[in-house]
Structures are given as structure tokens and as C-alpha cells.
């Protein structure tokens, strides 16, 4: 079963509270997303650890339900 | 948990300076977002292997293990995971893939 924008901020917000989160459906089939995170648990960390950090808040679901999730991660300028 | 592919796998990001686990082949991608990646890959020249995983279920379910990645593609530089087509787009955009090649002498445009 496809996702939700809703799901998929709801994912996201569990795992980094303070993030600034904007969810796109590339292909409107609830099936390809795109994500902008950008929390301050991203502070040091390479592109790769961030994006896996993303997509462990996704328990597994990332290439099942969730079958593609484009991200752009950040953290805050300081 | 072991990895049946793990072995491969080593094997392959060592021989192969620029490999890609994709879904089809440089030829005919499967999915959008590896053809992207074979798209910015063929635009910089650069030479690559591929790994089609559609035809091998043990090696797609490694490779995710591997990396610790859900998706494919996935492009390995020197061994190094470097990203999905998120990233790797990313980087070509920026300028960064260019310098990570130069810098791994792998030949590019």
C-alpha cells in the first residue's frame, strides 16, 4: 500500500522533532517521493549518513511501501 | 547476518573503479532513477560497470545489506559508496562528482 505526504512526515518527525520538513509526490502515485530535511542531528555528518539516518526513521518501509524517496538533507546554518 | 553477495560484491567494487548496481543495464535502465545516473555517467564520459540486480534477487537484497541502503542504484568510486541518484545528481550539479573523479584519477569530462 502507497504512502501519504502525512505518513512520511509523520516518519520523519519522529525520528528528528526539531526538523524543518517539505514532502513532494514526483509522480503523484504515492510511490516516488521527494523529501528537504533539515535538522540540526544532520550537524558533521557526511550526505550518505545523513540520507541513512532518513531512511532508518523509515523502519524498512523505504523501497517497500515507500518504493523511492528522493532526499535533500541540511542542517541549519548556523 | 551473513550476506551471500558480499563476496561479490567486494570483488566487484575493487575490479571496477566506477560500478553501478542499477536496475536493467547502461543500455536499457529499468527504473528512471537509474537511467539518471547512467545519463550523468555517459555525459561526463566516464567509464563504468553496471550490475543489473533485476536478474539476480540475492545480489539486490546484498547490495541494500552492503551499504546499508534501501534503494538502487547505488555507485560505488574506488571501492567507496557514493551515493543514489539523489546524491549523485546532487553532486554532479554542484561540481562535486567531477572532483571526487579527478581526485581518484578516474578519467572524465
Known amino acids: 500500500m502507497a504512502m501519504t505526504a502525512a505518513d512520511i512526515e509523520a516518519y520523519i518527525r519522529e525520528a528528528f522533532p526539531d526538523a524543518k520538513i517539505q514532502i513532494e509526490d514526483l509522480v503523484g502515485d504515492g510511490e516516488h517521493w521527494s523529501a528537504s530535511v533539515e535538522s540540526t542531528a544532520f550537524a558533521g555528518r557526511s550526505r550518505v549518513q545523513q540520507h541513512q539516518m532518513v531512511y532508518a526513521a523509515f523502519k524498512g518501509h523505504v523501497g517497500g511501501a515507500l518504493h523511492a524517496l528522493a532526499l535533500q538533507t541540511s542542517a541549519p546554518k548556523t | 547476518m551473513t550476506n551471500p553477495a558480499e563476496t561479490r560484491i ?67 568510486v574506488k571501492g567507496e559508496f557514493i551515493g543514489g541518484c539523489d546524491i549523485v545528481s546532487e553532486m554532479f550539479q554542484s561540481g562535486e562528482l ?5 581526485e581518484k584519477e578516474i578519467p572524465h569530462e
Open chain 2, 10 to 76: 567486494t570483488a566487484d567494487i575493487t575490479e571496477n573503479a566506477v560500478m553501478l548496481y542499477m536496475k536493467g543495464n547502461a543500455l536499457m535502465p529499468q527504473c528512471g532513477f537509474s537511467a539518471r545516473v547512467v545519463s550523468i555517467l555517459n555525459h561526463m564520459k566516464v567509464p563504468f560497470k553496471t550490475a543489473n540486480v533485476l536478474e539476480d534477487p540475492v545480489l539486490r537484497e546484498g547490495i541494500k545489506q552492503f551499504s546499508n541502503w534501501p534503494t538502487v542504484p547505488q555507485l560505488y
Open chain 2, 98 to 102: 567531477a572532483t571526487l573523479l579527478t
